[in-house]
């Protein structure tokens, strides 16, 4: 137990660290949660398509429920009365609300944020109406959760200008008003999120500011990431923030979680996820998976005949029970089949945070990490260069593709595969989370067009010398 913090509702102690990388428990209210954690969103009050039967049995420490949706229906009271959203979901566990502000911008056209709060059209009524950070406070502390997350001004990531400015000094200045609304200090705990866009000052401003309120302020989130901008600033943001916060509190980055993204998150030092992403994915027939690529496309013919399951590593009933992926190509094809994969989804995300922590304590996450992109990226020319980036800040490998990828492994791609691609990039029909334009593409143009002969060993080898069929050959 090297570091440990508590506040009334909250403890946090670290067991182990792998640098930046660390296995901690946070005890809430309703039991401890193993970090790295990943939360799985039920937006309604509710997962789609799982019970929270399951989610026990699937060992979800903690489930995330939007206060936005919740306020509408059945709305806050009802909720109180049902024994808050624990009462309502029947979750023995823990939960976390949002504000409800996220929503509201990014769902809501006709939102306006001022001084006052956030002014948008209900769309339940049609009335215009104000979430201010008192009333924000005011609705999660009647629905209960064990977290509770403070209203900010929520910007676009790519923003740029006196705007980011605008929204990280607000957000300051909102905070204060929900920790001055909040009631339930004693059992519920209000996290702040530091906001700034992709400006490190302002990061920094805004981490600096906190601090002057640490006493009060149980748990940190980063917010406005996750929004569409260049990863390669992604992780760096991430890891700035999470160097800056102190380390006796934990740190959740919002939004964040293909299985990549939160593997890297964890090695720079962050402690806690959540996203739509497994389940909403599942819902269009994508299961994650140690595969390349990182997700099995149901839906595909290519799995008509397949008689291997999603995942052999996978414990879950799904892949335990032997249904393979020709079954569930046919369940992932009918309306509503996206359950079972959902399952797995959760099981999979549940099992990647396991083994991110197993591998923390017994000291060899650096191995798992690069073993785990190799997977999923088994060929050189795959690897995004952030990745590279971020896994030499975390001093897992100085040079990712020099280190852990064979020198002369053969990169060329044949015609017929890069034709393909092109189609797959051309027609939007993205394959995998990890952007096939950012893979596949940008690494064969830079093969084709940077690379000249005579480069030095362990260079990407131009396709002229070689010859196409050889490539092939050896690609198999
Ligand atoms: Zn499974």
Redesign the pocket.
Known sequence: MEKEAATPALRFETHETWNYARRSTLTLPHGPCRTPMFMPVGTQGAMKGITSAQMVELDVDLMLSNTYWMNFRPGPDVVKELGGLHGLMSWPKNILTDSGGFQMVSLLDLSTVTEEGVTFKSPVNGEMTLLTPEESISIQNRLGADIIMALDDVIPSVTTGPRVLEAQERTIRWLDRCYAAHSRPHDQNLFAIVQGGLDLDLRRKCVDAFLQRDDHIPGYAIGGLSGGEEKDIFWRVVANTCAMLPPGKPRYVMGVGYPVDIVVCVAVGADMFDCVYPCRTARFGTALADVPGGVVQLRSDKFTNDQT???KN???F???GGMTRSRLHQVACQEGGGELITY?NI??MMNLTARLRAAITNGTFPQFVISFMKTIFPRRVDVPDWICNALAYAKISSNLLEEHYPANEQLVIDDSVFMTMVKEAGSGHIKSPYHVKDRNIHGFQKMRNVVKEGEEEGEEVPKEKTGGKKAKMEME
């Open positions: 399951v999603i995942d996978c414990k879950c799904i892949c335990k797995h099981a999979y």
